[in-house]
């Protein structure tokens, strides 16, 4: 009688024990998606980016989620932005992330560095994540220039020279086809001509090429 | 209303930044100084009378970045770049 009860008090010892503790592991985020950091400035705003993201994707793991923001850090695997708020979002990098650099074909992904501006578009992987699917380079300037002045050289077809109101003279290579404008001024196109060029800002290997020229009206 | 900056004004009243659409094309619409000259991307405009310019741009799915330049006869310029996403 006694074997049957320190029987009966074991099995009933140990299942309480196999309750106790799996009461205790699911106390815990089983998907460990909140895991509370140092509350640092720098870690609640990042921990707020991503709740803003994640509220603002609807559906965290369907719909796309777009930042723009100045970049922090970048390395192989990551890019991290600041947002305008002050907050961070750190976004991962893969293979098929696609590089964007408005204005700029010389530059290359390594050639993202902390302090410029840019724009991502991120979705979420199976486990939360953000993972970069385009990232695209804001450039700080406009990537085309408009400069004014007179022509003091015009070869149709090949080159233009101008002279601004401060002196300084410009040559554009005039490459394929232009724009000009107004039509009805292209005739006028000629040495001693008001103009405006659109070009790129930065050279190409060709030279400044021409992208339009608006002739002004004649100054009496 | 214009927004002054230096001595020439440039107003976009179409798309806001960082405007996400779901059309390929998106219309640009604003207006800068009679007589001066816009460009939008690849686009150029002499402004006329009515200080309105419109144009319609493709957009690659994704970001993309729109940039208007406005300038007059005495070289001063102004510039806005804009981000605008085509979710398809």
Same mark, same amino acid.
Request: proline fraction near 6%; aromatic fraction near 4%.
């Given at each position: 009688m006694h074997k049957y009860r320190f029987f009966l008090?074991?099995?009933l010892s140990l299942a309480l024990l196999l309750v106790t503790s #799996?009461?205790? &592991? @699911? @106390?815990?985020?089983? #998907?460990? #998606?909140?895991?509370?950091?140092?509350?640092?400035?720098? &870690?609640?705003a990042t921990e707020k980016a991503n709740e803003r993201a994640t509220q603002q994707a609807g559906n965290p793991?369907?719909?796309?989620?777009?930042?723009?923001?100045?970049v922090s850090a970048i390395d192989s695997t990551s890019i991290t932005l600041t947002l305008r708020d002050g907050s961070s979002v750190t976004v991962g990098l893969s293979a098929d992330t696609r590089m964007k650099f408005p204005g700029r074909p010389d530059l290359r992904p390594t050639s993202i560095q902390p302090g410029m501006r840019a724009m991502v578009r991120a979705?979420?992987?199976q486990s939360g994540n953000l993972i970069a699917r385009a990232v695209m380079v804001i450039p700080g300037k406009p990537t085309k220039i408009h400069r004014v002045g007179i022509v003091t050289e015009y070869m149709a077809g090949s080159s233009i020279t101008i002279q601004d109101k401060n002196g300084n003279t410009y040559t554009f290579t005039i490459s394929g086809e232009i724009k000009l404008l107004p039509p009805e001024r292209a005739g006028?196109? &000629?040495?001693?001509?008001?103009?405006?060029?659109?070009a790129p800002r930065d050279p190409a290997s060709g030279g400044v090429i021409v992208k339009g020229i608006v002739i002004h009206p004649a100054t009496p | 209303m214009p927004e002054p900056s230096g001595t020439i004004w440039l107003q976009v009243l179409s798309p806001q930044d960082e405007a996400v659409v779901n059309t390929s094309q998106v219309d640009v619409i604003g207006a800068a100084p009679a007589g001066s000259v816009v460009s939008v991307n690849d686009d150029i405009f002499l402004v006329g009378d009515d200080q309105q310019f419109k144009t319609t741009l493709s957009l690659d799915e994704g970001p993309n970045l729109i940039e208007?330049?406005?300038?007059?006869?005495?070289?001063?310029?102004?510039?806005l770049l804009l981000t605008v996403t085509y979710e398809p």
């Open positions: 008090f074991l099995t #799996q009461a205790f &592991a @699911s @106390s815990g985020n089983p #998907q460990g #998606q909140h895991t509370p950091g140092p509350n640092t400035p720098g &870690a609640r793991h369907g719909k796309h989620e777009n930042f723009k923001g100045t979705i979420r992987d006028t196109l &000629a040495v001693g001509a008001r103009v405006t060029i659109i | 208007i330049l406005a300038s007059d006869e005495n070289g001063n310029e102004t510039s």
